[in-house]
């Protein structure tokens, strides 16, 4: 059975000062019915103080159990890597999450297939499960390449990646053109490309393996269209940016 799972990836947004008054009206209004997990994922730079944030309010109450995410890393382990952070720096702030690949990454800073297979491995094999993102652009799709295009992504950046290390990944599918602009996919859209997602992983490892891998979907989910999206057999959850950084907003969406 896979659990749903929903991040919320801050992107550049919220300082430190923000971070925290946003960790704690989450905690004051905090509820989970569905028990799903939950992650956000800070900048950097307020990773340690939401983290201890976290840790200070699940005291209180075990049920504010939400887990931290980093939002990039780099795949080598130390050294010369002027403003790079590595999986170990990471792990040792309590990090257990980590979005590689996102498209913004990829468009902006120019990271290519290769460049994200090396962090994914990087990841995992410090303790980090990686949040693996694909997807396509507006003239892909509009091209008619949409499903090729991100199973290619798919396919690269799992090269050489273990049964057992597939495990730990989840996937998700962020449609470019659906990210930060309000479009979403249709949810019969994202699913298309979802179940086209688990075929990929079955075809690459087996059927029990694409059974247990988690496939989020990310662009523009908000409160009034999440549980649609959430009905879809192969859609496990959502990667949220700009929802996730209002509490009503993230709560409403936890609480699909
Ligand atoms: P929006 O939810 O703001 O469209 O962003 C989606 C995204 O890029 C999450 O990683």
């Given amino acids: 059975m896979r659990k749903p799972f929903i991040a919320g990836n801050w992107k550049m947004n919220l300082n430190h000062n923000e971070a925290l008054s946003f960790i704690k009206d989450l905690s004051l209004r905090f509820n989970n019915k569905n028990g799903i997990t939950i992650a956000v994922c800070p900048p950097f730079t307020s990773i340690r103080s939401v983290a201890l944030a976290i840790e ?35 792990n040792t702030l309590g990090v257990e999450y980590v979005i590689i690949g996102h498209s913004e990454r990829r468009v902006i800073f120019k990271e290519d297939d290769e ?31 949409a499903v090729e295009f991100t199973l290619n992504q ?28 309000g479009k979403t996919a249709t949810p019969e859209d994202a699913q298309q490309m979802c179940n086209s997602i688990r075929s ?14 988690v496939i989020q979907y990310g662009g523009s989910v908000k409160p009034s ?32």
Avoid at 200 to 213: G, H, P, Q, S
């Fill in 200 to 213: 990929k992983i079955e075809a690459l490892y087996e059927k029990n393996v694409a059974e247990n891998t």
């Fill in 56 to 90: 200070d309010e699940k005291f209180k109450s075990k049920d504010f159990n939400i887990k931290i995410g980093a939002q990039n890393m780099y795949f080598e382990k130390s050294g010369a890597f002027t403003g790079e952070i590595s999986a170990d720096m990471l």
């Fill in 225 to 256: 269209n999440i549980s649609e999206i959430m009905k879809m057999p192969d859609i496990d959850g959502a990667l949220v940016g700009g929802a996730s950084i209002k509490t009503d907003d993230f709560l409403a969406l936890i609480n699909y």
């Fill in 115 to 145: 460049l994200i297979n090396k962090k994914i491995k990087a990841a995992l094999s410090n303790g980090l499960k990686p949040i693996f993102c694909v997807g396509e652009s507006l003239e892909t799709r509009e091209k008619g390449n």
């Fill in 154 to 181: 798919v396919r690269a950046g799992l090269d050489l990646i273990s049964p057992d290390e597939m495990a730990q990944i989840t996937i998700a599918y962020e449609p470019i053109w659906a990210i930060g602009t």
